[in-house]
């Protein structure tokens, strides 16, 4: 069975850390896209970033670009999204997803593009 497990999430004041991790279990994640999303109360989910199978390649969501990192561990299964200077605006649940994409140089920031999702992980950015 294909799962995805995200952790990491937590209460944090606007300007710190965080960093979430996708784990895989049941398949391997070499030869999947990765990306994370996030979606607040009352609004869409949103993509935020997506790396590419061979780690080569990253797209990010323009409010995160330059405080968000997203990388891989291939020998650990497991997706990282490294998350700076949050703001409350970061408030949302947090979900990774996988999809076997045909070139290993791409990934996408759309959730149309995804079948495997985790359950997801709450962040939460207050004073």
């Known amino acids: 069975q294909f799962q995805l497990v995200e952790s990491g999430g937590g209460a944090v004041q606007p300007g710190g850390s965080l960093r979430l991790s996708c784990a895989a279990s049941g398949f391997t994640l070499d030869y999947y896209g990765i990306a994370w999303f996030r979606q607040a109360p009352g609004k869409e989910r949103e993509g935020v970033s997506c790396?590419?199978?061979?780690?080569?390649?990253?797209t990010y969501e323009d409010s995160v670009n330059g405080r968000f990192t997203i990388s891989r561990d291939n020998a650990k299964n497991t997706v990282y999204l490294q998350m700076n200077g949050l703001k409350p605006d970061d408030t949302a649940e947090y979900y990774c997803a996988a999809q076997y994409f045909e070139s290993q140089r791409y990934c996408s920031i759309y959730d149309r593009d995804y079948t495997v999702w985790g359950q997801g992980t709450q962040v939460t950015v207050s004073a």
């Open positions: 790396i590419n199978r061979r780690g080569t390649g990253t």
